[in-house]
């Protein structure tokens, strides 16, 4: 299958459990996760209009973001990320869906205030409870968004997580209604109230199930772009 019928079958995949769990079909945004994919097949999605994209790696997405000036492309950073790092991010990305420290968020806020521009960013939250998972605790959500407020240039966007790795759809579909009661309680409570309306969750293996339980950001790279080499194996140097 080439990138653009995969796309398509992803799109219409999305399309189908947003109308299953009651909301418009286009309620859902996709992100494409283009880490390890040269920046060559990345253009084939972009071509079928696919701007929205996601790396993990700050070095990976600044040499795609320079290899793909000429299109206009949004670039997520979704990847931990190291707050020596934050210059290189904001070179490229135009979000961040990985902030999990208060350090982090002042880090960048400082870049930012310099720069004189603000970054959309949701709040990492480990749902999994495994210790290998970056992320807030959920019981540390509210205490570090009264924090956030106070770094003018980060606008909290919402919340993203990652599910246990497991085929068990039970466990999935708990870490992603956990992220679900994270966000509905911070909507009640935290100072930047409404704004916080995303939950970033799904990814190639389990993106139904996480639309289903309210997803409104999926992240998926290898049901478009086929499965990477191997698990830790780069196509790109990092
Ligand atoms: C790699 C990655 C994804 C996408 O995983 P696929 O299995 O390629 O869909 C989503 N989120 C994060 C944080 C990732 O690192």
Redesign the pocket.
């Known amino acids: 299958m080439t990138v653009a019928a995969n796309l398509e079958k992803t799109r219409a995949t999305i399309r189908e459990a947003a109308a299953r769990s009651g909301r418009a079909p286009d309620a859902v945004r996709l992100?494409l996760?283009s880490?390890t994919v040269s920046p060559e097949r990345i253009r084939e999605a972009i071509w079928e209009g696919q701007t929205d994209l996601?790396e993990?790696k700050v070095q990976e997405g600044r040499s795609k973001a320079e290899a793909l000036a000429d299109l206009p492309v949004r670039w997520s950073m979704?990847?931990h990320l190291q707050t020596n790092k934050v210059k290189d991010v904001l070179r490229f990305a135009d979000e961040v869906?990985?902030l999990d420290r208060l350090s982090l968020a002042e880090a960048l806020d400082k870049r930012l205030q310099h720069l004189g521009r603000g970054l959309d960013v949701l709040v990492q939250v480990n749902t999994s409870g495994e210790a290998s998972k970056y992320g807030l605790a959920p019981q540390d959500v509210s205490a570090f968004l009264k924090d956030v407020a106070a770094c003018d240039a980060i606008r909290p966007k919402g919340f993203?997580t990652?599910a246990t790795f497991t085929p068990d759809e039970a466990e999935v579909r708990r870490c992603f209604r956990l992220l679900r009661d994270v966000r509905d309680r911070a909507r009640q409570d935290a100072p930047q109230g409404a704004a916080l309306a995303d939950l970033s969750m799904g990814?190639?293996?389990d993106?139904p199930w996480a639309i289903e339980e309210g997803a409104t950001i999926v992240?998926?790279?290898?049901?478009?772009?086929g499965p990477?080499p191997l698990p830790d194996s780069h196509y790109w140097p990092s």
């Open positions: 992100v996760v880490k996601g993990n979704i990847g869906q990985s993203m990652l990814m190639s293996g993106y992240r998926v790279g290898q049901a478009v772009f990477r």
